[in-house]
């Protein structure tokens, strides 16, 4: 089943990853203008989850009086909040639940690539990569991670060295042995997945690196919130959340290719940058002043409405 997901998302951005390259020859810029296209095409949601968290803050005063109000009638107070939302606008899905759940399948899909190097990057045809793949099978010392079918790909590039290449076309080695040679970043070999049983090693550095670049998001998020929001803030939910996130990077960075953890250190990056850009950009006391502005205009009008209807009853 998860195979399946990961090869049906993986088709889109194996195209995407696969055009750069092209044009490019580095798999590492290729990823991150990938990476870019992905972050601008996700930018209006990354908007309004802004939007959203600034109606949140809005509203803190108008809940906390439902809270206070209701106090030990919770059936009540669900019923007041439910009011609240309607009459606001408001979503969780759209306030902070969906961006998260957009980048959720570009994530997975980003991941199947990276064990379809030789089909979405190099464009191998079908039929010799089902070469590859039985020459890659005939080796006496593969483990069990990498027998599994949807990393036989990766394993071929990895144990490329140690299998008969005699049905081989000799474009296709060149091309093989030449990706391998740029699949590197700061000299680590992006194929080699990071293990804690290794011992100290450069590879460890893409694991750090995703942890460092994820807790920075976190924190500022966090520092943000507590300036803006402090009730928020005070969560415990909010402040596990902030280091909870990098904890899950690095592990995650720990069961997958050493390529995969430089996407989740640019995504990290770029969202970092992106979210900097954005709160200067849209500033929190800009944003809420205009939504006061509208909630007043909009107050107003309402009231309007219904004296003129009220008026047109009198002389009725």
């Known amino acids: 089943m998860y195979e399946f997901i990961y090869n049906y998302l993986s088709i889109p951005f194996g195209m995407i990853i696969g055009f750069f390259y092209e044009i490019s020859n580095n798999y590492v810029l290729s990823l991150l203008l990938m990476t870019i296209c992905v972050k601008l095409v996700l930018l209006p949601s990354s908007i309004k989850q802004q939007k959203g968290m600034i109606k949140t803050q809005r509203m803190q005063p108008k809940i906390k009086r439902i ?3 209701y106090a030990g009638n919770q059936q009540k107070m669900n019923e007041a909040m439910n009011e609240l939302y309607a009459k606001e606008g408001y979503s969780s899905m759209t306030g902070g639940c969906l961006p998260m759940l957009i980048q959720l399948p570009v994530m997975m899909g980003v991941f199947g690539v990276n064990y379809r190097l030789l089909s979405y990057v190099l464009k191998i045809p079908k039929e010799t990569i089902e070469i590859l793949k039985a020459e890659v099978l005939k080796l006496s010392n593969l483990t069990a991670y990498e027998k599994q079918d949807m990393r036989l790909e990766l394993t071929a590039i990895t144990r490329f060295s140690e299998i008969d290449k005699s049905a081989i076309p000799a474009e296709v080695i060149t091309q093989i042995n030449e990706f391998i040679e740029n699949f590197k970043f700061l000299g680590i070999d992006l194929s080699r997945t990071p293990d ?27 520092l943000r919130q507590k300036k803006t929001n402090p009730e928020m803030a005070k969560n415990p939910s909010s402040g596990c959340m902030t280091f909870m996130s990098p904890a899950m990077s690095v592990y995650f960075s720990f069961l997958f290719p050493a390529s995969v953890g430089i996407y989740i250190i640019m995504s990290s990056a770029l969202s970092f940058v992106q979210m900097i850009i954005t709160n200067k950009v849209l500033t929190p006391k800009k944003m809420l002043a205009k939504a006061m502005v509208e909630e007043t205009i909009n107050r107003r009008a309402k009231e309007k409405v219904l004296k003129s209807v009220a008026e047109k009853k009198k002389e009725d």
Do not use: F
Not at 196 to 222: E, H, N, R
């Open 67 to 69: 809270r206070e109000k």
């Open 196 to 222: 804690t049983k290794m011992g100290l090693d450069m590879l460890w550095l893409i694991p750090i690196l995703t942890g460092v670049t994820s807790l920075a998001m976190g924190v500022y998020t966090w």
